[in-house]
């Protein structure tokens, strides 16, 4: 069959290029003759004189205009243009100069004390569970049938915590006393302590105590140490979950 | 608030009048604080970008790969760290001057609420980007700022476990949280472009770049520094020591020693606290403002003139609605309008010559209308006519709301008139009154050149004066009658000198007396 559509030329579509081949000319013509790129490119005579008359009555114009302001006289003096003579240019020169110079010495001077330098940092830094505030109890079963099916879970356990209480000493006085909340919004998640305090450095008697549960005043984990610190050292005081203790690094 | 601008007013006028001299106007870089921050964080941006190329992003390699740029290739990744540094350090000078200034002349309040408020997230979007840049080069220094700032976020406790863990012994960093932090000192500054093209969306036609003669002295200047004295590092970071003796960059850190002292809840308030009352400042107490301006469609063409000047990008040009053949038409947003009167001043309705009953024009003040300025105007010509006799030169000044009051510098001969801004007079009024005979010169003023209050009064003046710029002042009107002198308010001795010299000038000229009966026949 004849098919037009998937006819090729040289390998081109024959269906792309007769359009082209139709159309093209029309356009060129329409453009050349109607929109007038002809008289664009090579104008006629008289297009150009009147162009040049054009022109010419511009050029009039401005020189008219030019006249008037010469008789006008002293212009209105536009923007101050001011003239930069070496005094403005070394003006500049000192005003960048100080400028630079109060950014390069604040850009790290003067200097800053973070801590005295013969000071060691301690650092307290441990996540520790509180008790549950309840012990988890087996459901009864009247309790268990009142639940929907999905949820008979056999204990009720309470999931609150108690907050954690932490203190420390440092050669009998204390450095650190704090409580600290469980987080999570249900309130039973870890209590977080994170605490840093400058002590002198050398020989130090070191006395740490925690307990987990509100409901009593004895401490469960107490531990007791001498430690020598070094000027800058860090010592962190932290816990270990897995083995239950206090632990220095 | 008022009572306490005043003598800053005067303190910030003083310095102006004082870095005119050796820059002139256009270049003072204290009337250029916003466009200069622009500017430096495009220099800090180019930078940053090749000190990424040489950084390398572990916490082991970083502190060497710092170290090398600043030693073995000081003379380009060593110039590009200290151009990134210093750079950042003076955009935060320049962003305090831009900001106390933009306050010192009430430029926050009223439509410009808007611009201030989205300021404030700028300040924090600049310094986490400048301090989360001194946590990379991992030294004793970033150290230091990383843990507290760390400590500073934990008080919040909204992560699980305290940040600050990161830091606790050696070893506690890990690569993948020094990452974490080298993506927040990226997303940082990208943030603050986005905030910062923002803040300047609702500034109509906003001047971004610096004038080339200060772009190009302060990167001259940033690069001698940088060469003079590059930016280093302090002894790399350990985290089983903690540094004691810092050199701060004060720009960035003048609140860690008060952190340390006052502890992160005291540095969250005074940080929320200070945000807030800056970010209400616009409306303690709000500005007073007269009326927006309206349009009479009557006499309006859809020039789009008024939409062209508006320095508040108040008037916005709509399809015409009362079947008038004219394509467009005004319509003011009256939230946008200071009523400012610029709009006025360049409608080419606006010209007192019309002989109607009323004068009116296509857009006008409700509380300052154009049939006032004239009227006030002619009063002027009458009262400096009455005054001296018809030989010697009158004068009338024509000033604005925020310049020297123009009548402090009167004088036998010389009136002054006080419109919302100096471009609201239509050139046509100095046609009017040099041709109407009413004064043999018209001396124009308002606020310091490239400082105007309204942002564009004295620029549009000048170029309608010149003729660049629709309605112009016509050939016709003789320009040695003219004079230009702007003045701040408290450049009033140097105006009446200006007053007093066109005086005499005006006296010498050879027709002045002559035309003088001429010229009052003519009469308005
Ligand atoms: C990096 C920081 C900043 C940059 C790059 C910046 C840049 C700019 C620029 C380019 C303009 C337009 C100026 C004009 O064309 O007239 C402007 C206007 C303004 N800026 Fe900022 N700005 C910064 C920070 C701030 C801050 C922190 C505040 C205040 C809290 C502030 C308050 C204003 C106000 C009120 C204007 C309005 C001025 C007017 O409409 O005449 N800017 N700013
Ligand atoms: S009065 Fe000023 S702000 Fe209002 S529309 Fe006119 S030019 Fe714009
Ligand atoms: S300048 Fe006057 S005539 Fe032109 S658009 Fe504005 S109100 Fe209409």
């Known amino acids: 069959m004849f098919d037009l559509l998937s006819m090729r030329f040289a390998g081109v579509p024959v269906f792309y290029v007769v359009p082209l081949v139709v159309f093209l000319p029309l356009f060129v013509t329409i453009v050349w003759r109607v929109v007038g790129l002809r008289d664009m490119l090579f104008p006629p005579p008289e297009i150009k004189e009147a162009r040049e008359r054009l022109k010419e009555e511009e050029r009039a114009e401005k020189a008219r205009l030019e006249e008037k302001r010469a008789r006008a006289g002293t212009q209105v003096k536009m923007r101050r243009r001011v003239s930069l003579g070496p005094l403005q240019w070394a003006g500049q020169a000192v005003t960048y100069a100080l400028f630079a110079v109060g950014i390069g010495y604040f850009s790290n001077a003067p200097d800053y004390a973070a801590m005295a330098p013969d000071h060691a940092l301690i650092k307290v830094s441990l996540s520790h569970p509180g008790q549950r505030k309840e012990e988890c109890r087996k459901r009864t079963r009247e309790e268990l049938m009142k639940l929907p099916p999905n949820m008979r879970a056999p204990k009720k356990c309470s999931r609150e915590r108690w907050p954690v209480f932490f203190e420390m000493e440092l050669d009998g006085t204390l450095l650190y006393r704090d409580s600290v909340k469980p987080a999570g919004l249900a309130g039973d998640g870890h209590s977080n302590f994170y605490h840093t305090v400058a002590v002198p450095a050398g020989s130090h008697s070191l006395t740490v105590r925690m307990r987990d549960r509100g409901d009593t005043e004895d401490f469960k984990h107490v531990f007791a140490r001498d430690v020598t610190l070094q000027p800058e050292q860090i010592l962190v005081v932290g816990f270990a979950s897995d083995t239950g203790t206090i632990t220095l690094r | ?524």
Not at chain 2, 346 to 362: D, I, M, V, Y
Not at chain 2, 373 to 378: F, G, M, P, Q, S
């Open chain 2, 1 to 524: 608030m008022t009572s306490i601008r005043r003598p800053l007013q005067t303190a910030f006028l003083f310095l102006d009048g004082l870095f005119d001299r050796p820059f002139g106007p256009e270049w003072n870089p204290l009337r250029q604080m916003g466009t200069l921050s622009f500017y430096l964080f495009w220099i800090v941006a180019v930078s940053g970008i090749y000190v990424y190329i040489l950084f390398d992003t572990s916490v082991a390699g970083a502190y060497e790969s710092v170290e090398y740029m600043t030693h073995e290739q000081w003379y380009l990744g060593g110039v590009m760290r200290s151009l990134h540094r210093y750079g950042s350090d003076a955009m935060v000078v320049t962003m305090a001057l831009h900001l106390t200034r933009e306050f010192i002349f009430d430029r926050y309040r009223d439509v410009r609420w808007f611009t201030w408020f989205t300021g404030v997230p700028i300040i924090w979007f600049l310094y986490v980007s400048g301090v989360s840049g001194y946590w990379l080069v991992w030294d004793q220094l970033a150290q230091y700022i990383a843990i507290a700032s760390m400590e500073w976020l934990d008080w919040l406790g909204i992560f699980g476990k305290p940040v600050a863990n990161n830091f606790l012994t050696r070893g506690s960093l890990g690569d993948r949280f020094f990452t974490l932090l080298l993506f927040i000192h990226i997303f940082g500054p990208l943030f603050l472009l986005f905030i910062m093209w923002i803040h300047v969306l609702r500034v109509s036609q906003p001047r971004i770049n610096p004038p080339r003669g200060l772009a190009i002295g302060v990167l001259l200047m940033l690069t001698v520094l940088s060469l003079a004295k590059p930016a280093v590092s302090h002894p790399p970071a350990d985290l089983g020591t903690t540094p004691t003796e810092l050199g701060l960059d004060w720009f960035y850190m003048v609140l860690y020693p008060a952190f340390d002292a006052w502890g992160p809840g005291a540095m969250w308030a005074l940080a929320v606290g200070v945000s807030f009352f800056v970010a209400a400042l616009p409306w303690m107490p709000p500005l007073k403002k007269p009326k927006a301006a309206e349009v009479h469609l009557d006499f309006c063409n859809g020039c789009t003139r008024c939409f062209l000047d508006c320095p508040f990008g108040a008037v916005t040009m709509q399809p015409r609605t009362d079947g008038r053949p004219f394509e467009q038409e005004a319509v003011v947003r009256p939230d946008l309008c200071t009523a400012c009167g610029i709009c006025v001043g360049a409608c080419p309705t606006s010209t007192p010559f019309r002989r109607t009953e009323k004068l009116t024009t296509g857009i006008d003040l409700p509380d300052f209308s154009l049939a006032h300025v004239r009227e006030i105007t002619v009063k002027a010509m009458e009262k400096a006519r009455a005054e001296v006799p018809e030989t010697e030169p009158h004068i009338i000044v024509f000033g604005c709301d925020h310049g020297v009051d123009p009548p402090l510098v009167e004088r036998p001969g010389v009136r002054g008139v006080r419109l919302p801004c100096i471009s609201m007079l239509p050139p046509s009024f100095i046609d009017f009154v040099l041709s109407r005979g009413g004064a043999d010169g018209v001396l124009i003023t308002g606020c310091r050149e490239c400082d105007c209050f309204n942002r564009f009064g004295d620029r549009w003046m000048m170029e309608r004066i010149a003729g660049e710029r629709d309605p112009y002042l016509r050939e016709r009107v003789p320009r040695e009658r003219l004079r230009v002198s702007w003045a701040a308010p408290t450049d009033r001795a140097k105006l009446e000198a200006a007053v007093e010299r066109f005086q005499g000038e005006l006296a010498a000229l050879p027709d002045t007396a002559e035309e003088a009966p001429r010229r009052a026949a003519g009469g308005a």
